[in-house]
């Protein structure tokens, strides 16, 4: 059954008095919020932090403008990391155990900071890679957010005009994802400039594959790179997938400045808090200032972000914020700056609020010491303003080692016993480092709240000689699907009973036509109700979809020319079980491919 935490109530009243106003405008208006995230878009790729290979002067002025919060944390990888800017709370705490079926999503009493904003009467819009769970009541517009455009799984496997979905809906995007998902910002800022408006724009960028286009690669494709001063990174670096994410990163800069000439052109530049950062460590070995670790790594490599955010008039220009700070201070730090109460959350916030460092109205060093936790599968460590402690027990002197040399815990013993026992008592209190759910995860089904649901084989199984496409399975398909007997099956928990119209996205060349299709609800081994069946009546267009663009070799599946074909209409019953897609009669020798099954209420 889908998973509820025990909410507690906490009240918290946010209301400072900073540099001019917080809350306020000199206008009296509420400020705008825009948000950007990348995607394993490492501390180390940007031009402002060193970088020779690369040039960002859109994303380096957010910090010529603003403030640089120089020592942010986030998590060794992508989904839990949303959900700690989410909710202001440490993952760990709600569930999130994975990045993919399922085990990316936070407990429905979590409170998201869309649901802060769009009670505080703000218009709410995600545009990109929400990956924190995919059906209602999990799906973004169910969790605060009016408007989303782009996909709800943990990587896409096609970044040209691919199959995206709007509020639910499947849909083509249109052109480049970075270029597109840009344009749906730009669009709702446009729209909504008259109001308060909060726009998250999570990007899906430099995420494997490395697919680029010829226009943003060509100044990389042959680009001699400097290597990182560590000697391990230099080593390790796969020349290609450095320079396509060198290219990618430079085509979020030139998105980021999209967003801030938007802004000026509205005259909504002094009104408008621009936040950014990264959700974890590069996604491969290259320059990043000398950092031990990369993406799933609990090292610096692998947690340290950059942050920055401006706010003209009420963050100094070029202030720098040398405090630690995570993913999980920035919803309590934009609703303090904006005046948004927080209400009832569903335990207390672990994040502080940096709105009074930012914008001057306190002594940084006047800041008392506090923690930050890190937990990912079994590796765990904790970072102080000075050191961080490994659940291994080295400690590493941050300070004055940054990139994480030596072991210093025989010199500080006492630190060393310290800050592992809070750890212990950290991982012991949030469950932190255990596998996650036991068992098959359920999927939720007919939401009322929700018209269409999408169920992918990324949360699905399948029996028999039936194969998935990698072992990625967030943007996969299934394919030899030869033998009757086999099933693809999704176990669901149908929240309400109704009809719903069914429709399925799938491949086939021209032997495959003709086969049985047929779709049922089971329960207890029982089939429930009457199944609906339809037969295949047309081929799909063979090979992958822009894989000319990748420019180096991806681990991840590829991506098909998928076509809509009706199953027909089908009744489910309010009950748990499983949706099991069968083909009683299969023609030709490899079957028919399948990607995705959407289910619209149609009662």
């Given at each position: ?214 226009e943003d690669w060509k ?195 006492d630190i060393a016993k ?167 009669n299969i023609q030709g ?15």
């Open positions: 059954m889908i998973r509820i935490a025990a909410a507690f109530t906490v009240a918290l009243l946010l209301n400072l008095a900073c540099f001019h106003r917080v809350g306020r405008s000199e206008s009296g208006v509420r400020p705008n919020v825009v948000v950007v995230l990348t995607d394993d878009q490492g501390w180390g790729d940007l031009s402002l932090h060193g970088n020779p290979n690369l040039n960002t002067p859109h994303i380096d002025s957010l910090a010529r403008d603003g403030a640089n919060v120089k020592n942010f944390y986030v998590c060794a990888v992508c989904s839990p990391t949303r959900a700690e800017f989410l909710t202001g709370r440490y993952h760990t705490r709600m569930g999130v155990y994975s990045t993919s079926q399922g085990g990316e999503r936070f407990d429905l009493a979590e409170r998201t900071i869309g649901d802060v904003f769009s009670e505080a009467g703000y218009q709410t819009a995600a545009y990109g890679k929400w990956h924190s769970g995919m059906q209602a009541p999990y799906h973004p517009n169910s969790r605060g957010f009016g408007d989303f455009y782009g996909f709800c799984s943990g990587h896409w496997g096609n970044y040209f005009s691919p199959i995206l979905e709007h509020n639910g809906r499947v849909v083509h995007g249109n052109g480049f994802i970075t270029n597109d998902l840009t344009d749906h910002a730009i669009d709702f800022i446009q729209t909504h400039r008259e109001s308060p408006f909060f726009v998250y724009l999570p990007l899906n960028t430099p995420h494997a594959p490395m697919q680029v286009p010829d100044p990389f494709s042959e680009k001699e790179l400097v290597p990182d001063p560590r000697p391990e990174n230099a080593k390790r670096q796969k020349t290609d997938h450095t320079r396509a994410a060198m290219a990618l990163c430079e085509n979020i800069d030139r998105n980021v400045g999209r967003i801030l000439q938007t802004l000026d052109s509205l005259q909504l530049a002094d009104n408008t808090i621009v936040a950014f950062f990264c959700d974890n460590g590069p996604n491969g070995y290259r320059f990043n200032g000398g950092l031990r670790g990369v993406k799933g790594s609990v090292h610096e490599g692998g947690l340290r972000s950059p942050c920055l955010i401006r706010w003209p008039g009420h963050i100094p220009a070029g202030a720098e914020i040398s405090s630690i700070a995570g993913a999980i201070d920035l919803l309590p730090t934009l609703t303090d700056l904006t005046g948004v109460p927080v209400g009832q959350t569903a335990g207390p916030l672990d994040g502080i609020s940096l709105a009074e460092q930012l914008t001057g109205a306190v002594d940084q060093s006047s800041q008392p010491d506090r923690l930050l936790y890190s937990a990912w599968r079994a590796k765990l460590s904790v970072r102080s303003q000075q050191f961080r402690c490994h659940l291994n027990g080295t400690l590493y002197d941050i300070e004055n080692d940054r990139g994480e040399l030596d072991d210093v815990s025989k010199q500080h013993a310290q800050l592992h026992s809070q750890l212990i008592k950290w991982r012991d209190e949030t469950n932190a480092g255990k596998a996650g759910e036991s068992g098959e995860p359920i999927f939720a089904v007919g939401h009322l709240d929700a018209e269409w649901t999408q169920l992918p084989v990324r949360d699905a199984t399948a029996t028999g000689e039936i194969r998935r496409s990698s072992k990625h399975p967030n943007s996969t398909y299934f394919f030899n699907w030869v033998k009757s007997d086999d099933t693809i099956d999704w176990n669901v928990d149908v929240i309400s009973e109704g009809t719903f119209d069914v429709q399925l996205w799938y491949g086939s060349d021209e032997s495959a036509v003709g086969t049985d299709l047929e779709l049922a609800f089971v329960s207890d081994g029982n089939v429930i109700g009457t199944p609906t069946t339809a037969k295949v009546k047309k081929s799909t267009p063979a090979g992958f979809v822009a894989d000319q663009y990748d420019r180096a070799p991806r681990t991840e599946g590829y991506e098909k020319d998928w076509k809509p074909m009706s199953l027909g209409r089908i009744r489910l019953p309010e009950a748990t079980g499983t949706i099991r897609l069968r083909a009683p020798d490899s079957g028919v491919e399948v990607r995705l099954i959407v289910l619209r209420r149609v009662n």
